[in-house]
């Protein structure tokens, strides 16, 4: 069975200071899917980066960035110039490849401050 | 824009009541799903269905039922409720061939 883990419960930054949260994962296939979302206190579910696993490039969407290690399954999340809106519950995801029909598995997520 | 609605954003019942969660998506997915989210365990899968009238157990699928009667909806449903499935509930769909999953607004649940 696959596994997600996320060591960092908490992690507090600085506003316009760089962050990383940091994701491993398990899994015995070769082709799958990993992505970050956010939990505000809203409760919606956002997606904020997707990477596939057999792009070796690394996925970046504004000042959101991956660092993804397919060789020791790593997969972490870089935020740049932190903003007040980024506080969140971050949750790192992984899914096989084949429809998305078993779902996503979670892992327990990082509740991340920023200090203004 | 798609979009997953669960009935109630808040509710609370008493033990022993029989409990149905409603979600609803608007973009014609075929796989939809019911976690359970609880502080320090992240999101736990708790029924998923691929088609009409199939379900298929989660990770903890234990007290809780799903039906799925209409492609657009899925439904949660605790026979019996009790304390320890006070929780967050968050649906999620996902269209075929598709990787991103959409989700509800989640439903806070209390048993009181």
């Known amino acids: 069975a696959q596994t997600v883990t996320q060591s960092q419960p908490e992690m507090s930054v600085q506003e316009a200071e760089t962050v990383t949260l940091s994701c491993t994962y398990d899994?015995?296939?070769?082709?799958?899917?990993l992505f970050w979302y956010k939990q505000p206190p809203s409760r919606q579910m956002i997606l904020v980066i997707r990477?596939?696993?057999?792009?070796?490039q690394n996925a970046t969407e504004n000042r959101f960035s991956v660092n993804f290690q397919k060789a020791a399954k790593s997969f972490s999340l870089k935020i740049s110039d932190s903003q007040l809106g980024d506080a969140a519950m971050y949750f790192c995801?992984?899914?096989?490849?084949?429809?998305?029909?078993?779902?996503?598995?979670f892992g327990k997520g990082t509740h991340l401050i920023i200090q203004p | 824009d798609v979009k997953v609605t669960q009935s109630s954003r808040y509710l609370v019942k008493r033990t022993g009541e029989k409990v149905f969660l409603e979600c609803v998506q608007d973009?014609?997915?075929?796989?939809m799903f019911w976690y359970r989210q609880d502080p320090g365990l992240g999101l736990r899968l708790i029924y998923f269905?691929?088609?009409?009238?199939?379900?298929e157990k989660g990770d903890i699928p234990e007290g809780y039922s799903v039906s799925r009667e209409k492609k657009e909806r899925f439904s949660l449903i605790l026979e019996s409720a009790s304390t320890n499935q006070t929780s967050m509930y968050l649906c999620?769909?996902?269209?075929?061939?598709?990787?991103?999953?959409?989700f509800g607004q989640g439903t806070r649940l209390t048993v009181v």
């Open positions: 995801a992984y899914t096989r490849s084949g429809g998305g029909a078993d779902g996503l598995t």
């Open positions: 899994t015995s296939e070769s082709d799958y899917y």
């Open positions: 990477q596939e696993a057999y792009k070796q």
């Open positions: 973009m014609d997915h075929e796989n």
């Open positions: 269905s691929y088609d009409v009238k199939m379900k």
């Open positions: 999620a769909s996902i269209g075929w061939g598709n990787t991103e999953a959409f």
